[in-house]
């Protein structure tokens, strides 16, 4: 069974950082194209950046310049750091594990908020 579990989130003033963290449990991690995403009250949940097994990373046009991901495949671990942080990245934060081998899955984290105050 896969378990995605977020840590790291609250509340932060804008202009601030904040790094989120997502652990995994199970044996996909290595295989898996990990992301997060993130909804706002009201809104529906947008991807936000994600990096392949492979290393290839893809980021939203909102998070652009503020953003870094890491991932340790040993610890199966991967986090999400935002600099420069804005009210409208206010939101629950999700991860996200998705793949396809041996078959296709799609894993998600049960979400942390955060609060980023002006």
């Known amino acids: 069974q896969v378990q995605l579990v977020e840590s790291g989130g609250g509340s932060v003033q804008a202009g601030g950082s904040l790094r989120l963290s997502c652990a995994a449990s199970?044996?996909?991690?290595?295989?898996?194209?990990m992301g997060w995403y993130r909804q706002a009250p009201g809104e529906q949940r947008k991807f936000v950046a994600s990096t392949t097994s492979g290393g290839i990373t893809d980021s939203a046009d909102s998070v652009k310049g503020r953003f870094a991901l890491f991932r340790d495949n040993a610890k199966k671990t991967f986090s999400l750091q935002i600099i420069n942080l804005k009210p409208e990245d206010t939101a629950v934060y999700y991860c996200n594990a998705k793949g396809s081998l041996p078959g296709p899955f799609d894993y998600w984290g049960q979400g942390i908020q955060v609060t980023v105050s002006s």
């Open positions: 199970g044996t996909i991690f290595g295989r898996s194209t």
